[in-house]
């Protein structure tokens, strides 16, 4: 039994773009950045404009914990002229636009207020992301060209992104994420920090350097291992340091810096006022600001993992989230499969029972496609159900009694790579209703759900009992299965099976909550063989 969803299964198609023009704008902590893009009809991608216009979401929050109302105002007039631009484009359509923020939005106390202000102004939608959803976006925006570097095959590579309010990391070993995590180190964050502290000029760098080190040095583990270790780095301060150090540089590939000529260009820049940085390379002061906080951290880096040489990938943000219209968002199979494995290496932690959650998941998978006109439900409902199947016991290692509950826990609080808070949500609650009560409005995070959201939590909690119940020997005997609907009554068909009295015992506790969510009354069965002629195997 593989831990994916079977190669051959006919999923429901995800939404995603139709060959022609897209856009992301990616709502920053220093400026909002517009991607243009066309998907052509095999699939590739061309680039057809970029646009950049430096706001202060970042300095606000960083310092005052808010947005002013005159930022809100200047990203209005950014955005405004935006649309003008994708109106030139005939981009209007929610599944060739996106418009996401990050984390000075997201950790902004009035981004309601803010969110609601651009969409009144506007039209635009602004969608927070979180982390899980960044790690997801930076692993695609970077996946195909990590592919075509053999040497990144055979190493593992750490790929780091020094944004201007987070620093994201993720461990590639052997092409699978093997971990990821958002820390709260920026360069914006951190230099708003030291002139809050109003720290002297002269112990600005140290400072910088020893809370790098604290944050990061964690990180050290993966340069003490045997096999060398590629750092990988993403970002617009190191694209600027790759530029200026190799002028020659073809974005298509990965430069490659040494360690030495990167230390050499981040004590330059850090020797520079902002309005020095402005004049001599000509940059907005938005990046200038960032531009030697984000060249230190990168350099300690260097020192903490120690590498020889840094590869930049001119890959950001917004090529991610573009690759994902093209792809339909993450139910490309490649990328289901990471979200899979993640999901395994959790079981693992809190030690399930494996095989049997890894049939479960696939009978579950198999009653979702056999059942898809009854629930009317798509890919990512799928996936998610296919998730809880699998992890719907690791609250047993906390204790039996509540087990149901505390894998709802477990599940809230673990790195699930891949899946946005909301979805890991619906993960958790398909997992908690696998056994005992129905859900009901006054249930934590349940009560939370839009009806839509609501109504799916009960269909696939419906579907994840069954399916449990026809594992009820754990021997994984029962594998093909067909289901055929006869009026009020669903009938589950389980070829060259003799006996299903185990199965059947179990199925009598676990349909009550399919029978009520779909008005269906289960009934179990084995197909007839000729020796087992004129016998029923039927509750």
Known sequence: MTDQLTADATLTSGSHASPG????????????????AEILSDGRIRTLENLSQGVSLGKDTFTRGEIEKGT????????????Q???????????????VATSAVREAA??????DRLYVATGFSVEPIDEAEVHRITYRSVQRMLSAEPELNDSPAVIVEVGGGNTEVLVVESGDV????????????LRQSLQLLRAPQAKVREIMQLETHRVLGGLRQYGARERPVELVTLGGDIRFAARELQPDWDPGT???????????????????TEDQIVRRFHLPFSEAETLGPALLAYRELVRILGVEHVLVASANLRDGIIREMAEGGIFAKDFRDQIVRSAVEIGRKYSFDEPHARHVAELSSKLFRELQAEHGLDARDELLLYLAAHLYEIGGYVSNTSMHKHSMYLILNSDLFGLASNDKLLVALIARYHRRATPKPTHQGFNTLDRDRRVAVLKLAAILRIAIALDASRSQRVNNIQCRRSGTRLVI????MDDLSVEQLALRQARIMFEEVYGLSVLLRTTERPE???QSSQL
Request: aromatic letters at 8%; proline letters at 3%; glycine letters at 4%.
């Open 21 to 36: 023009p897209v856009a992301v704008i990616d709502v920053g902590t220093s400026s909002i950045r517009l991607a243009i």
């Open 72 to 83: 809100i105002e200047e990203c209005v007039r950014v955005l405004r002229a935006y649309r």
């Open 85 to 99: 631009k994708l109106d030139e484009y005939r981009i209007s359509s929610p599944e060739n636009l996106r418009v």
């Open 110 to 115: 009035n981004r309601l207020a803010f969110i």
């Open 178 to 189: 093997a971990f990821a995590y958002s820390y709260r180190l920026g360069s914006l964050r």
């Open 254 to 272: 990965l430069a490659q810096i040494s360690s030495q000529d990167l230390a050499k260009f981040a004590d330059r820049i850090l020797g520079l």
């Open 493 to 496: 068909l389980v070829p060259n």
């Open 532 to 534: 087992l002629r004129g």
